[in-house]
């Protein structure tokens, strides 16, 4: 099947069957393991930002059947689950996940971040795009406990796009969360294979 890179949203027409996924497996992961090392940004000791693709879900949706067998009643699930987080051709979309091993650090660190879902930003140049954090659920508790895991996108102008693909421009992502602050700037490697998002 030919892939269309430029598709915005995933049918059951795109998906191969759970036998040809059953037999391909093993060969398919070490494909997208492969194609997500570049779309990885590590941001300060704690967090980790895995940019998604139609690509990326369309392998999530492929292991999450093969893994619970749900066949077609799963499957819509998955469709409405992980369609929007195929950017839409303005956009990048990460999945933002605080990875801290020892449990009891990580939940003081988490009960310490409430809201930070709001406070992270790519900067293009001189000009700052802002995090829209996915609206399926809240990712911060009342009391203020944020989740490890977070979906957030950042929509870009046709300007900031195009300052984007200027591969001389720097680009930072960063987060200025009060308990959590850090910055770094995209490898060429993550910038360029990021640009394919943009279409």
């Not at 941001?43 to 940019?51: E, K, M, R, S, V």
């Not at 900031?160 to 969360?177: C, M, P, R, T």
């Amino acid at each position: 099947m030919i892939m269309n890179k430029f598709a915005k949203e995933i049918t059951k027409a795109d998906l191969i069957s759970f036998e040809e996924y059953s037999k391909n497996r093993k060969t398919l992961r070490k494909e997208i393991v492969n194609y997500k090392r570049n779309r990885r940004v590590s941001l300060g000791p704690y967090a980790n930002f895995y940019f998604e693709s139609y690509k990326t879900m369309k392998a999530q949706i492929q292991e999450m059947l093969y893994i619970e067998k749900g066949g077609d009643e799963q499957l819509k699930d998955e469709l409405a689950a992980y369609n929007p987080l195929v950017p839409n051709g303005k956009e990048l979309v990460a999945t933002l996940m605080f990875e801290i091993d020892n449990p009891l650090i990580r939940t003081e660190f988490l009960n310490k971040i409430g809201g930070i879902e709001n406070k992270i930003f790519f900067k293009v140049g001189n000009q700052k795009i802002q995090s829209i954090p996915e609206n399926d659920v809240d990712r911060t508790s009342a009391e203020g406990k944020a989740s490890s895991v977070q979906f957030v996108h950042f929509k870009f102008t046709d300007d900031q796009i195009a300052s984007f693909k200027n591969l001389e421009n720097e680009v930072l992502i960063g987060i200025d969360h009060n308990v959590y602050n850090h910055t770094v700037t995209l490898s060429s490697e993550v910038k360029k294979n990021l640009l394919e998002d943009f279409n």
